[in-house]
């Protein structure tokens, strides 16, 4: 059988057409420093310009609210630490399932003198507005909540949430890194204050990312260095992963619908075999959620025996995020949530995506059910 992948929340499969797009723009060696005023280096510019025009069409945002990143946690760091820094003022409210990479910004920031307090979730995995509203006070420069969960794919309620801050003048992050797949995202209609985006999520290439900016927003980069990116993230930019990152947005655009569709074809038909075929599985999350992300428990089974037998059967999953791989700590969201104790160690994710097959998720329903009844006769 050939190997099957259903990790894409972790990372995504670069997709051919923007490895050719990379290589096109490599072969060109356009290889002149984007900061250059001479000819080599406007030619840089010039790519590096019409990338952030795609990018920022993309979610609805103007050019100039683009910063170029090296990834996700980078836009989430420089979000909270420059946000925070622009406000002026001391507290910072976050949800505790957030990614690691606000977690463990906002604990650095606690200890270098900014108040954080964490909101967490209902059962289902969805965040409150009035409990956020509740820890707001005069003091809090900044809220951060992720559009969609990593480990759950609940969609958090950002829309409602950014209209509330607003009225009360208080700016919003949201880590958009796992909504970015497959819910539609306009800026122009949103008034959250930042978003960050990832490339590797999309079927582009690792190591780059995006930060939106609203205009306007008061900001003080907490990186010294050049002048790039507007002052806002030093560092010369890594063009060629850039062109790479808004291909891939070009791609998503064009094809977001058909493949939305099928990965909520390939999402019921995973959740109705794993049902029929898996005694006692238990499904977690909201009723709404992302569809690309299928999380669930199996009582009484290790999830991490569990993904090692599925290893060995060719099929890629998860128990939950890439950045906490090998850590023996329970998930510090089904913590949030108040998961049972007996289900923290059992849960498993798999994530799609549209170059999924139907003939997979039948491979996977049929190999996982095998596994489990094999294990539970141990």
């Known amino acids: 059988m050939a190997a099957i992948y259903l990790d894409n929340a972790a ?10 797009a990379m290589h096109a723009f490599m072969e060109a060696e356009t290889f002149g420093n984007p900061s250059s005023i001479h000819g080599f280096g406007r030619e840089a510019r010039m790519h590096l310009e019409q990338a952030r025009a795609t990018v920022a069409k993309a979610i609805g945002a103007e050019p100039s609210e ?17 946000l925070m820094a622009g406000s002026g003022r001391s507290a910072l409210v976050a949800s505790a399932i957030e990614h690691h990479a606000v977690l463990h910004t906002a604990e650095w920031m606690a200890e270098n003198a900014t108040v954080v307090s964490y909101v967490r979730p209902g059962a289902q995995g969805v965040v409150s507005v009035v409990d956020v509203l509740a820890q707001v006070s005069e003091r809090t420069g900044l809220v951060s909540l992720m559009w969609v969960n990593n480990e759950t794919g609940a ?22 890194i ?12 949103l008034p959250v204050s930042s978003l960050s985006m990832s490339g590797h999520k999309i079927a582009g290439p690792k190591g ?32 060629a992963g ?13 094809e977001r619908t058909q493949r939305v569709t099928q990965i909520q074809r390939l999402r019921e038909r995973l959740i109705t075999g794993l049902k029929a075929s898996v005694e006692g599985v238990l499904f977690h999350g909201a009723q709404v959620q992302a569809p690309q992300i299928v999380h669930f428990a199996i009582p009484g089974l290790l999830a991490q025996t569990v ?8 099929i890629a ?8 791989a090998g850590s023996i700590e329970p998930s510090h969201v089904l913590l949030a949530e108040g998961c049972a104790d007996a289900l923290l160690k059992s849960s498993l994710r798999f994530s799609l995506s549209a170059s999924n097959t139907v003939e997979e998720i039948d491979q996977v329903v049929t190999q996982l059910a095998a596994i489990v009844l094999r294990l539970r006769k141990h």
Do not use: W
């Open 11 to 20: 990372t995504t499969p670069l997709d051919p057409r923007v490895a050719q």
């Open 66 to 82: 683009i910063v170029f990143t090296s990834g996700g946690t980078e836009a989430d760091f420089l979000a909270l630490t420059g």
């Open 155 to 176: 969609i958090q309620p950002i829309e409602a949430l950014a209209a509330a801050l607003a009225e009360r003048g208080v700016a919003l992050h949201t880590d958009a």
């Open 178 to 189: 796992q909504a970015l797949p497959t819910l539609p995202i306009d800026v122009s209609g």
């Open 208 to 239: 780059v990312g995006a930060l939106y900016l609203r205009k306007g927003t008061p900001y003080r980069s907490p990186l010294r260095g050049g002048s790039q990116e507007r002052g806002r993230r030093a560092g010369t930019e890594n063009l």
């Open 242 to 254: 850039i062109i790479g990152f808004a291909r891939a947005m070009e791609l998503l655009m064009q």
């Open 307 to 314: 993904l090692m037998n599925l290893d060995l059967a060719g």
């Open 317 to 324: 999953a998860s128990s939950g995020s890439a950045c906490t």
